[in-house]
Protein backbone atom coordinates (compact mmCIF):
# COMPACT_ATOMS: atom_id res chain seq x y z
CA UNK A 1 0.00 0.00 0.00
CA UNK A 2 1.39 3.14 -1.22
CA UNK A 3 -0.34 5.37 2.04
CA UNK A 4 -0.61 4.74 5.81
CA UNK A 5 -3.90 3.46 6.38
CA UNK A 6 -6.11 3.20 9.62
CA UNK A 7 -7.73 -0.44 9.79
CA UNK A 8 -10.01 -0.56 13.28
CA UNK A 9 -10.08 -4.54 14.24
CA UNK A 10 -13.08 -4.32 16.56
CA UNK A 11 -14.41 -7.04 18.91
CA UNK A 12 -15.82 -5.04 21.77
CA UNK A 13 -12.51 -6.36 24.32
CA UNK A 14 -9.13 -5.26 24.28
CA UNK A 15 -7.47 -7.72 24.70
CA UNK A 16 -8.80 -10.12 22.70
CA UNK A 17 -8.60 -13.17 20.84
CA UNK A 18 -5.29 -14.85 20.56
CA UNK A 19 -5.62 -15.35 16.31
CA UNK A 20 -6.71 -11.37 16.84
CA UNK A 21 -4.04 -9.76 19.00
CA UNK A 22 -1.51 -11.83 16.30
CA UNK A 23 -3.39 -9.72 13.31
CA UNK A 24 -3.05 -6.79 14.81
CA UNK A 25 0.61 -7.05 15.71
CA UNK A 26 1.31 -8.26 11.95
CA UNK A 27 -0.89 -5.42 10.77
CA UNK A 28 1.62 -2.78 12.79
CA UNK A 29 4.11 -4.31 11.62
CA UNK A 30 3.70 -3.67 8.28
CA UNK A 31 2.95 -0.36 9.11
CA UNK A 32 -0.70 0.16 9.44
CA UNK A 33 -2.41 1.82 12.02
CA UNK A 34 -4.73 -0.29 13.70
CA UNK A 35 -7.68 1.07 15.89
CA UNK A 36 -8.97 -0.82 19.12
CA UNK A 37 -12.59 0.51 20.18
CA UNK A 38 -14.06 -1.02 23.32
CA UNK A 39 -13.42 -1.77 26.82
CA UNK A 40 -10.57 -2.73 28.26
CA UNK A 41 -10.71 -6.18 30.28
CA UNK A 42 -6.93 -6.01 31.56
CA UNK A 43 -3.97 -4.22 30.78
CA UNK A 44 -1.66 -5.01 27.80
CA UNK A 45 1.51 -4.06 26.86
CA UNK A 46 0.82 -1.04 24.17
CA UNK A 47 1.52 -2.17 20.60
CA UNK A 48 3.07 0.10 17.90
CA UNK A 49 0.94 2.22 15.45
CA UNK A 50 -1.55 1.35 17.75
CA UNK A 51 -4.58 3.01 18.80
CA UNK A 52 -6.14 2.54 21.63
CA UNK A 53 -9.82 4.02 22.62
CA UNK A 54 -11.20 2.38 25.61
CA UNK A 55 -12.64 2.39 28.88
CA UNK A 56 -12.59 0.54 31.52
CA UNK A 57 -15.31 0.87 34.38
CA UNK A 58 -18.27 3.87 34.26
CA UNK A 59 -16.11 6.60 34.94
CA UNK A 60 -14.09 6.03 32.06
CA UNK A 61 -17.00 5.75 29.78
CA UNK A 62 -18.67 8.65 31.02
CA UNK A 63 -15.10 10.58 29.77
CA UNK A 64 -15.06 8.92 27.12
CA UNK A 65 -18.66 10.43 26.52
CA UNK A 66 -18.55 13.53 27.08
CA UNK A 67 -14.64 13.95 25.60
CA UNK A 68 -15.94 12.26 21.95
CA UNK A 69 -19.38 14.35 22.30
CA UNK A 70 -17.30 17.44 22.23
CA UNK A 71 -14.58 16.78 20.00
CA UNK A 72 -17.79 16.45 17.32
CA UNK A 73 -19.62 19.10 18.29
CA UNK A 74 -16.57 21.05 17.57
CA UNK A 75 -15.19 19.47 14.28
CA UNK A 76 -17.18 17.32 12.71
CA UNK A 77 -20.90 18.44 13.79
CA UNK A 78 -22.74 17.44 10.29
CA UNK A 79 -21.95 14.22 10.63
CA UNK A 80 -22.66 14.11 14.86
CA UNK A 81 -26.18 14.85 13.64
CA UNK A 82 -26.82 11.99 11.20
CA UNK A 83 -25.29 9.80 13.49
CA UNK A 84 -27.58 10.83 16.53
CA UNK A 85 -30.19 10.27 13.55
CA UNK A 86 -29.47 6.86 13.06
CA UNK A 87 -28.64 6.18 17.13
CA UNK A 88 -32.26 7.33 17.64
CA UNK A 89 -34.09 4.40 15.02
CA UNK A 90 -32.31 1.93 17.20
CA UNK A 91 -34.34 0.46 20.23
CA UNK A 92 -31.30 0.77 22.39
CA UNK A 93 -29.66 2.31 25.33
CA UNK A 94 -28.65 5.47 23.39
CA UNK A 95 -25.80 6.48 25.89
CA UNK A 96 -24.41 3.11 25.52
CA UNK A 97 -24.40 3.35 21.70
CA UNK A 98 -23.21 6.82 21.74
CA UNK A 99 -20.21 5.67 24.13
CA UNK A 100 -19.66 3.05 21.41
CA UNK A 101 -19.94 4.82 18.18
CA UNK A 102 -18.41 8.60 18.75
CA UNK A 103 -15.09 7.64 19.01
CA UNK A 104 -15.86 5.68 15.65
CA UNK A 105 -16.66 8.22 13.80
CA UNK A 106 -14.41 11.31 14.99
CA UNK A 107 -11.36 9.02 14.11
CA UNK A 108 -13.15 7.90 11.09
CA UNK A 109 -10.76 4.52 10.29
CA UNK A 110 -10.42 3.61 6.29
CA UNK A 111 -11.75 0.27 7.46
CA UNK A 112 -14.00 -1.10 10.16
CA UNK A 113 -13.08 -4.47 10.49
CA UNK A 114 -15.59 -6.11 12.28
CA UNK A 115 -14.69 -9.69 13.81
CA UNK A 116 -17.75 -10.97 15.33
CA UNK A 117 -20.88 -11.55 12.49
CA UNK A 118 -23.37 -11.29 14.81
CA UNK A 119 -22.58 -7.35 15.65
CA UNK A 120 -22.80 -6.36 12.17
CA UNK A 121 -26.51 -5.20 12.93
CA UNK A 122 -24.79 -2.46 15.15
CA UNK A 123 -22.12 -1.37 12.86
CA UNK A 124 -23.80 -1.03 9.37
CA UNK A 125 -23.94 2.00 9.90
CA UNK A 126 -20.51 2.74 9.20
CA UNK A 127 -21.57 2.69 5.56
CA UNK A 128 -22.70 5.57 5.92
CA UNK A 129 -19.78 7.56 6.55
CA UNK A 130 -17.78 5.98 3.57
CA UNK A 131 -15.97 3.58 5.89
CA UNK A 132 -15.17 0.46 4.20
CA UNK A 133 -16.63 -2.48 6.26
CA UNK A 134 -15.55 -5.81 6.35
CA UNK A 135 -16.90 -8.82 8.41
CA UNK A 136 -15.06 -11.89 9.41
CA UNK A 137 -17.06 -15.39 9.02
CA UNK A 138 -16.36 -17.70 11.99
CA UNK A 139 -17.87 -20.79 13.29
CA UNK A 140 -20.74 -20.31 15.60
CA UNK A 141 -22.04 -17.03 14.03
CA UNK A 142 -22.26 -18.76 10.57
CA UNK A 143 -23.28 -22.29 11.29
CA UNK A 144 -25.43 -22.46 13.86
CA UNK A 145 -26.53 -18.98 15.76
CA UNK A 146 -28.57 -17.76 12.73
CA UNK A 147 -30.51 -21.24 12.12
CA UNK A 148 -31.07 -20.95 15.97
CA UNK A 149 -32.85 -17.23 15.48
CA UNK A 150 -34.31 -16.36 12.64
CA UNK A 151 -34.27 -12.63 13.19
CA UNK A 152 -30.47 -13.03 13.27
CA UNK A 153 -30.72 -14.71 10.04
CA UNK A 154 -33.12 -12.13 8.16
CA UNK A 155 -30.50 -9.11 9.21
CA UNK A 156 -27.90 -11.09 7.82
CA UNK A 157 -29.60 -11.81 4.50
CA UNK A 158 -30.24 -7.80 4.62
CA UNK A 159 -27.24 -6.89 5.52
CA UNK A 160 -24.69 -8.87 3.97
CA UNK A 161 -24.75 -7.73 0.54
CA UNK A 162 -23.74 -4.27 1.54
CA UNK A 163 -20.88 -5.54 3.32
CA UNK A 164 -17.48 -4.59 1.15
CA UNK A 165 -15.37 -7.73 2.06
CA UNK A 166 -15.62 -10.37 3.67
CA UNK A 167 -12.82 -12.19 5.84
CA UNK A 168 -14.01 -16.62 6.14
CA UNK A 169 -11.75 -19.08 8.37
CA UNK A 170 -12.21 -21.91 6.47
CA UNK A 171 -13.80 -22.60 2.60
CA UNK A 172 -16.53 -24.26 4.65
CA UNK A 173 -18.00 -21.37 6.81
CA UNK A 174 -17.52 -18.93 3.24
CA UNK A 175 -19.97 -21.60 1.29
CA UNK A 176 -22.46 -21.31 4.35
CA UNK A 177 -22.24 -17.35 4.66
CA UNK A 178 -23.37 -17.74 0.52
CA UNK A 179 -27.25 -19.12 2.16
CA UNK A 180 -27.37 -15.48 3.76
CA UNK A 181 -26.81 -13.68 0.51
CA UNK A 182 -23.24 -12.75 1.53
CA UNK A 183 -21.42 -12.12 -2.53
CA UNK A 184 -19.21 -14.61 -3.54
CA UNK A 185 -16.72 -12.42 -5.15
CA UNK A 186 -16.53 -10.35 -1.94
CA UNK A 187 -15.61 -13.15 0.65
CA UNK A 188 -11.57 -14.35 1.09
CA UNK A 189 -10.92 -17.07 2.84
CA UNK A 190 -7.95 -16.00 4.71
CA UNK A 191 -6.43 -19.53 7.20
CA UNK A 192 -5.31 -18.26 10.88
CA UNK A 193 -1.57 -18.28 11.06
CA UNK A 194 0.35 -19.07 13.29
CA UNK A 195 4.23 -17.57 14.43
CA UNK A 196 6.31 -20.57 13.97
CA UNK A 197 9.13 -18.95 15.19
CA UNK A 198 7.73 -19.69 18.73
CA UNK A 199 5.85 -22.70 18.66
CA UNK A 200 8.25 -25.28 17.84
CA UNK A 201 8.13 -28.41 16.93
CA UNK A 202 8.40 -31.02 19.98
CA UNK A 203 9.59 -34.49 18.84
CA UNK A 204 8.53 -36.85 21.82
CA UNK A 205 8.87 -40.30 22.80
CA UNK A 206 5.55 -41.88 21.69
CA UNK A 207 5.42 -45.43 23.77
CA UNK A 208 2.65 -47.45 23.25
CA UNK A 209 2.88 -49.48 26.43
CA UNK A 210 1.95 -46.66 28.48
CA UNK A 211 -1.25 -45.03 28.73
CA UNK A 212 -2.32 -42.83 26.32
CA UNK A 213 -2.29 -38.95 27.08
CA UNK A 214 -5.23 -37.75 25.52
CA UNK A 215 -5.82 -33.77 25.97
CA UNK A 216 -9.09 -31.42 24.95
CA UNK A 217 -9.33 -27.65 25.38
CA UNK A 218 -12.75 -25.17 25.41
CA UNK A 219 -14.97 -24.64 27.47
CA UNK A 220 -18.37 -26.78 28.48
CA UNK A 221 -20.53 -25.78 25.56
CA UNK A 222 -22.58 -28.34 23.78
CA UNK A 223 -21.07 -27.45 20.34
CA UNK A 224 -17.70 -28.99 21.35
CA UNK A 225 -19.02 -32.60 21.80
CA UNK A 226 -17.47 -33.51 24.92
CA UNK A 227 -20.37 -36.30 25.88
CA UNK A 228 -19.63 -38.13 22.67
CA UNK A 229 -15.53 -38.12 23.79
CA UNK A 230 -16.36 -39.37 27.31
CA UNK A 231 -18.21 -42.23 25.66
CA UNK A 232 -15.38 -42.73 23.37
CA UNK A 233 -13.15 -42.88 26.17
CA UNK A 234 -15.47 -45.62 28.07
CA UNK A 235 -15.02 -47.52 24.55
CA UNK A 236 -11.58 -47.42 24.40
CA UNK A 237 -11.41 -48.84 28.39
CA UNK A 238 -13.45 -51.42 27.45
CA UNK A 239 -10.82 -52.32 24.68
CA UNK A 240 -8.04 -52.41 27.33
CA UNK A 241 -6.65 -49.37 26.44
CA UNK A 242 -4.67 -47.50 29.83
CA UNK A 243 -5.54 -43.89 29.23
CA UNK A 244 -4.99 -40.21 30.89
CA UNK A 245 -7.76 -37.80 29.91
CA UNK A 246 -7.88 -33.79 30.15
CA UNK A 247 -10.30 -31.53 29.26
CA UNK A 248 -8.90 -27.93 29.92
CA UNK A 249 -11.19 -25.52 30.43
CA UNK A 250 -14.29 -27.40 32.37
CA UNK A 251 -13.70 -27.86 35.83
CA UNK A 252 -17.32 -28.28 37.66
CA UNK A 253 -19.75 -29.01 35.01
CA UNK A 254 -22.33 -30.85 36.49
CA UNK A 255 -23.21 -32.90 33.16
CA UNK A 256 -19.89 -33.75 32.16
CA UNK A 257 -18.96 -34.51 36.06
CA UNK A 258 -22.15 -36.53 36.49
CA UNK A 259 -21.33 -38.81 33.36
CA UNK A 260 -17.80 -39.30 34.12
CA UNK A 261 -19.17 -40.92 37.21
CA UNK A 262 -21.89 -43.03 35.51
CA UNK A 263 -18.97 -44.53 32.69
CA UNK A 264 -16.53 -45.51 35.82
CA UNK A 265 -13.86 -42.91 34.34
CA UNK A 266 -13.08 -40.64 37.39
CA UNK A 267 -9.32 -42.17 37.21
CA UNK A 268 -9.08 -41.42 33.44
CA UNK A 269 -10.64 -38.59 33.03
CA UNK A 270 -9.44 -35.27 34.51
CA UNK A 271 -11.62 -32.12 34.59
CA UNK A 272 -9.16 -28.49 34.90
CA UNK A 273 -9.79 -25.18 34.72
CA UNK A 274 -8.92 -22.92 31.99
CA UNK A 275 -5.04 -22.12 31.93
CA UNK A 276 -3.31 -19.27 30.12
CA UNK A 277 -1.90 -20.02 26.81
CA UNK A 278 1.66 -20.60 27.50
CA UNK A 279 0.34 -23.62 29.95
CA UNK A 280 -2.13 -24.69 27.35
CA UNK A 281 0.60 -25.22 24.35
CA UNK A 282 3.16 -27.03 27.43
CA UNK A 283 0.11 -29.03 28.42
CA UNK A 284 -0.25 -30.46 24.86
CA UNK A 285 3.18 -30.68 23.90
CA UNK A 286 3.33 -32.79 26.81
CA UNK A 287 0.19 -34.85 25.47
CA UNK A 288 0.33 -37.85 23.03
CA UNK A 289 -2.77 -37.33 21.39
CA UNK A 290 -5.12 -33.26 20.96
CA UNK A 291 -8.49 -34.48 20.49
CA UNK A 292 -11.25 -32.13 19.61
CA UNK A 293 -14.75 -34.09 19.54
CA UNK A 294 -16.69 -30.96 18.18
CA UNK A 295 -19.97 -30.81 16.56
CA UNK A 296 -19.20 -27.58 14.88
CA UNK A 297 -16.00 -25.44 14.57
CA UNK A 298 -14.53 -23.13 11.52
CA UNK A 299 -10.69 -24.46 11.69
CA UNK A 300 -10.24 -24.52 15.16
CA UNK A 301 -7.03 -22.67 16.19
CA UNK A 302 -6.21 -24.96 18.95
CA UNK A 303 -5.66 -28.05 16.21
CA UNK A 304 -3.41 -25.71 14.61
CA UNK A 305 -1.28 -25.17 17.49
CA UNK A 306 -1.04 -29.09 18.31
CA UNK A 307 0.35 -30.06 15.16
CA UNK A 308 2.77 -27.19 14.75
CA UNK A 309 3.67 -28.21 18.35
CA UNK A 310 4.02 -32.53 17.05
CA UNK A 311 0.65 -34.09 18.94
CA UNK A 312 -1.14 -35.86 16.79
CA UNK A 313 -4.83 -34.76 16.25
CA UNK A 314 -7.87 -36.75 16.33
CA UNK A 315 -10.76 -34.48 14.96
CA UNK A 316 -14.22 -34.60 14.18
CA UNK A 317 -15.11 -33.83 10.65
CA UNK A 318 -16.91 -30.50 11.73
CA UNK A 319 -16.35 -27.43 9.74
CA UNK A 320 -13.69 -26.57 7.91
CA UNK A 321 -11.67 -29.46 9.67
CA UNK A 322 -11.18 -31.57 6.79
CA UNK A 323 -9.18 -28.51 5.42
CA UNK A 324 -5.88 -28.93 7.64
CA UNK A 325 -6.23 -32.94 8.19
CA UNK A 326 -5.84 -35.27 6.13
CA UNK A 327 -7.19 -38.92 7.38
CA UNK A 328 -4.24 -41.25 8.09
CA UNK A 329 -1.75 -38.99 6.74
CA UNK A 330 -1.24 -35.82 9.25
CA UNK A 331 -4.19 -36.98 11.88
CA UNK A 332 -7.51 -38.57 12.03
CA UNK A 333 -10.85 -37.67 11.11
CA UNK A 334 -14.03 -38.80 12.44
CA UNK A 335 -17.29 -38.44 11.90
CA UNK A 336 -19.37 -35.90 14.26
CA UNK A 337 -21.28 -37.27 17.01
CA UNK A 338 -20.01 -40.71 16.52
CA UNK A 339 -18.13 -42.02 19.72
CA UNK A 340 -17.42 -45.40 18.12
CA UNK A 341 -15.58 -44.24 15.43
CA UNK A 342 -13.68 -41.65 17.40
CA UNK A 343 -12.79 -44.29 19.82
CA UNK A 344 -11.69 -46.83 16.71
CA UNK A 345 -9.12 -43.80 16.14
CA UNK A 346 -7.79 -42.97 19.59
CA UNK A 347 -7.46 -46.76 19.83
CA UNK A 348 -5.29 -46.88 16.08
CA UNK A 349 -3.02 -44.13 17.55
CA UNK A 350 -2.24 -46.22 20.86
CA UNK A 351 -1.32 -49.07 18.68
CA UNK A 352 1.40 -47.03 16.43
CA UNK A 353 4.94 -47.07 16.45
CA UNK A 354 7.29 -44.31 17.49
CA UNK A 355 8.06 -44.29 13.81
CA UNK A 356 4.64 -44.21 12.55
CA UNK A 357 3.77 -41.48 14.80
CA UNK A 358 6.38 -39.33 14.32
CA UNK A 359 6.00 -39.42 10.50
CA UNK A 360 2.67 -38.55 10.93
CA UNK A 361 3.11 -35.32 13.15
CA UNK A 362 6.05 -34.01 10.81
CA UNK A 363 3.23 -34.28 7.49
CA UNK A 364 1.22 -32.38 10.19
CA UNK A 365 4.31 -29.82 11.06
CA UNK A 366 4.74 -29.43 7.12
CA UNK A 367 0.66 -28.61 6.47
CA UNK A 368 1.20 -25.79 9.63
CA UNK A 369 4.17 -24.56 7.56
CA UNK A 370 2.65 -24.36 4.14
CA UNK A 371 -0.64 -23.53 4.78
CA UNK A 372 -0.93 -21.60 8.27
CA UNK A 373 2.33 -20.04 8.87
CA UNK A 374 2.28 -16.44 10.27
CA UNK A 375 3.23 -14.18 7.17
CA UNK A 376 0.98 -15.45 4.70
CA UNK A 377 -2.45 -14.67 6.90
CA UNK A 378 -1.03 -10.85 7.64
CA UNK A 379 -0.52 -10.75 3.67
CA UNK A 380 -3.47 -12.45 2.47
CA UNK A 381 -5.32 -9.63 5.14
CA UNK A 382 -3.08 -6.86 3.64
CA UNK A 383 -4.18 -7.60 0.11
CA UNK A 384 -8.21 -8.13 1.38
CA UNK A 385 -7.66 -4.31 2.89
CA UNK A 386 -6.10 -3.23 -0.51
CA UNK A 387 -8.65 -4.87 -2.82
CA UNK A 388 -11.30 -3.23 -0.39
CA UNK A 389 -10.13 0.02 -0.23
CA UNK A 390 -9.27 0.08 -4.49
CA UNK A 391 -12.82 -1.70 -4.65
CA UNK A 392 -10.94 -4.34 -6.59
CA UNK A 393 -13.20 -6.77 -5.35
Given at each position: ?9 Y ?9 I????QG???K ?6 F????K????I??T ?6 N???K ?12 L????D????D?I????AK?T????VK ?10 IF??Q?A ?13 I????SL?G?H?NY????D ?6 YK??FP????FH ?8 E ?7 E ?5 I?S??DL?K ?5 K????E??LK???V ?5 K??Y ?12 MGV??DY ?9 E??YQR??L ?10 SLP ?17 S?E?GI??VV ?6 G ?6 D?GGMT?V?N?D ?5 V???D ?5 S??Y ?6 S ?5 M ?5 N??E?QH?H ?18 L
Amino acid sequence: MSRIIKIAIYTGIVPSTTFIERLIQGLTDKGIQVYLFGLQSKKTTPIKNTFYVTYSNKFSKLFLLIKYSLLLILFKLKDKKKLDEIILNQAKNTRQLKVKYYPVLYHRPDIFHLQWAKSIIDWAWVKEFDIKLIVSLRGAHINYSPIADLELANYYKELFPRVDGFHAVSNAIAKESLKYNALENRINVIYSGLDLNKIKHHIKTFDSESPLKIISVGRAHWKKGYSYALNSIGELKKMGVKIDYTIVGISDNEELLYQRKQLGLEKEVNFIESLPFNEVLESIKNADVFLLPSIEEGIANVVLESMAIGTLVVSTDCGGMTEVLNNDENGFIVPIRDSNKMASALYKVSGLTSESYHKMTLEARNTIEKQHHHELMINNMQNLYDSVLNDNL
